[in-house]
DNA sequence: AGCAGCTACTAAAGCGGTTTTGTAGAGCTT
DNA sequence: AAGCTCTACAAAACCGCTTTAGTAGCTGCT
């Protein structure tokens, strides 16, 4: 299949015909209209037997557009970014755009340098997802779960207080008083957003949230690691608690396996909320209760939103936002503490 | 940050040089040899100054090369493909090539028009993931857990003989002789050879495989149900079993929910194993017992081998195979069968 | 003085399209 | 019969870079 392209000269010489009007009656350009149908019909013709596709880089050298996006993620094989690519590829594709990925790891060299080397492909966009973002740039950019406000940038957001409202309301009406909590990395986008929106929640809710049932995930690692680290460290600080609410279902499933090694039991002993809802959320056993964030909705909606915005070039240049709506999944992490008054804690 | 980008005429304009020079100079082309490093560092300083970037689409027209290749895989937001794309990513940017990713969701009409459209974009080669393939390109292909003997094709397969033989002896050398088994969906590039070589495996050992013990996935579902299904079909078969092989780990996941739901204990009435080791594996609870694939080395193999042919174009451009070794990974979900003798079974 | 051989560049041809401008010839007016 | 308007194309410029084939000017040799 596919030896050595024909190009539109030969086409031209096999037809009797010039390039150039080959060129506009493929394009349906409006100046093709005088050329009567015969002779379209022997160009489609030969299009056909020869198999005639034109050279994508001839053609986007002209037109400086490269019908092809940049998408960068912290990392391809985590879940979160999966996802939101899955709805980011459905509609690229299907308006004839194809994406350059690119994982930066969190480092911020890579995150420096990414947006450079697209520009040098000629992206007509791109989206950045769960990276933290300054930079405005000559192309539209879209990020999902950015939180700056840069000119030139969309940011796609959950609705951060909506979420915690969920979480907490849910906890705190089967009865939760002391519940912990679990922040997320320094490097993650949503980290403060979501931390100073459960602040504000707890608040409201009068509940009142002292240090030592506040935990911070550290290092890079995309496994349940730092949720087992960080829960250990809840544990050993001595204070009671009969809920956890992690930043995320990753670091909920090392909680929960810390919890276990501790002898406690989830939910009865500790209740479990976790957040994204990734696809392995329901299959842990007990199945995980989980803020779900649409992630897949996020990434159609940052790709339309790119999409729209790279056609009217120009225009609402501005820094915009789009707010997402969580939605509280509960299965089997959660339920009400075990016995009326105080909680059940290994002695220190 | 970059406005219009400069072209190479305008820099020329502004050192009062030709542009043949200045492409000369930045190419290292060894005409340049005769200009003195004065004129050099005059050009350079000026590519610095004017922050210039060759065009891309301008280059590769003249080249005929994109740094560019193709990654098909079944789905983006699954963790073996996500994995493996990982490893192609390590490789690739390194290299200084980008990648296009597309998610074909197993669907011929897609498997079939994807390679095409990459041909049309000018990739310099493409990598397929666990897709059926059957076509000869003008480019370079290596698939993963690819199978067929194609021409201009290298098929990076795991050693399924050997990962049949390690979990199959593991589950008899602890005492189970009668065990179940998943079979992979029939889409699924690997099913086949994987089901062929735990029956020869089987028959080394002495495990009759009675078709009441097997089962297939159905269905696209990138999530445990079809394993889930499956499972339940098993066990109204009513055929007793000790142990259980799923085809991944997902489907082990939803296995494991159904022999649960069923009131068997895993492992003690029902030892699991799945394959793959995807990330959330080691934090089941209990972990999963499984065939690890290397899967972020297999894609990192990929892209070496791709590259390496993209670069000796026309050589070894026969069919070849490269094998990597699986490697059995124990954790919780595996232990002898509960007593002697008969294995327990719920009443039908 | 004449010519070879360097040095330091430049001109020009491509790469494969798109797009603007041009033009030959036919048909219609007046 | 001259002039005008269409029709149906073609020529040429351009997109921005690479690369091959020159060439102007100087030096050195005989």
Known sequence: MGRKPVTLKELADHLGLSPATISLVINRSSVADSIPQETKDRIFAAVKKYNYRPNFFARSLGARRSFTVGVMVPEVS????????????????????????????????????????????????????????????????????????????????????????????????????????????EFSSDTEVRWSNIRKVARELGLSMPPALVAQLEGDS????????????????????????????????????????????????VSVVGFDDIQSAAYQNPGLTTVRQPMREMGRIAAKTLLHRIRKTGADSNSQQITIEPELVIRGTTCAPSDGSASPRRPR
Chains 1, 2 share one sequence.
């Open 78 to 185: 985590d879940g979160y970014s999966a996802s939101v690519m899955s709805g980011v590829e459905d509609l690229l594709l299907q308006e004839g755009y194809f994406y350059f990925v690119v994982s930066h790891r969190h480092r911020a060299d890579l995150i420096d340098e990414y947006p450079r080397l697209f520009l040098e492909r000629s992206v007509d966009g791109l989206i950045a997802v769960d990276t933290p973002w300054t930079l405005s740039l000559s192309v539209p950019v879209v990020t999902v779960s950015g939180h700056n406000q840069v000119t030139g940038v969309t940011n796609i957001v959950l609705d951060h207080e909506r979420a915690a409202e969920v979480a907490l309301r849910h906890l705190t009406q089967i009865g939760h008083r002391h519940i912990a909590f679990i922040k997320g990395q």
């Open 222 to 269: 995309p496994t349940p690691e730092p949720g087992y680290v960080a829960t250990l460290k809840l544990l050993a600080a001595g204070k009671p608690f009969t809920a956890l609410f992690a930043f995320n279902d990753i670091s909920a499933m090392g909680a929960i396996r810390a919890c276990r090694e501790a002898k406690l039991r989830v939910p009865q002993d």
